[in-house]
């Protein structure tokens, strides 16, 4: 069968409910609507559906909703949410303190300033920035290049004297 196009106006409840009565029996490809101030223009494409249709709307005898695999309640977390993965920082023994004090640093400013820790330094940031242990401003903006100006010039200096220093500050 081909593809029908028809248009509504619909503009309270029983023209919708006409939109709905003239969808039984139909099959949509496509819909679109637009508000034109005093309703919705609807645009429907479709064709009819000759698959034979029981009194109560089931397809065939059957039950035309789909079946459900499994309750919603039983299904575990880690069905529901991908995984997480978090980034291990590749770094000697020795470093791991002051990746983590700069970690816990990152992460104390970001819920100052209400922005996600990233926003600041990601973590292969802070690991290139515990490699490299830059000296100055400069060798550290190469290594920060995703964050603000805003923020670099206000935590530039306290990240290069943490880094110095191998101790943790907390954020001014």
Do not use: C
């Not at 515990?130 to 550290?140: E, G, H, N, Q, T």
């Not at 903006?141 to 010039?153: G, R, S, V, W």
């Amino acid at each position: 069968m081909a593809l029908q196009i028809k248009t509504f106006h619909v503009t309270d409840a029983a023209s919708e409910e006409a939109v709905g009565t003239f969808l039984q029996g139909k099959r949509v490809h496509h819909w679109q609507s637009a508000f034109s101030g005093n309703g919705w223009d609807m645009l429907i494409a479709f064709e009819e559906d000759h698959r034979r249709h029981d009194r109560d709307g089931s397809r065939d005898g059957r039950d035309s909703r789909p079946e459900r695999r499994e309750p919603r309640g039983q299904r575990s977390m880690a069905e529901r949410k991908p995984e997480r993965i978090e980034h291990l920082p590749e770094l000697p023994a020795e470093d791991m303190p002051l990746y983590e004090n700069i970690r816990k640093w990152r992460n104390t400013v970001a819920r100052e300033e209400k922005i996600k820790p990233y926003i600041l330094f990601n973590n292969k940031q802070l690991e290139d920035l515990v490699k490299s242990k830059p000296k100055d401003a400069d060798s550290l903006k190469a290594i920060t290049t995703d964050i603000t100006p805003e923020h670099f010039q206000k935590y530039g200096n306290e990240l290069l004297g943490l880094v110095s220093s191998g101790a943790a500050v907390t954020p001014a």
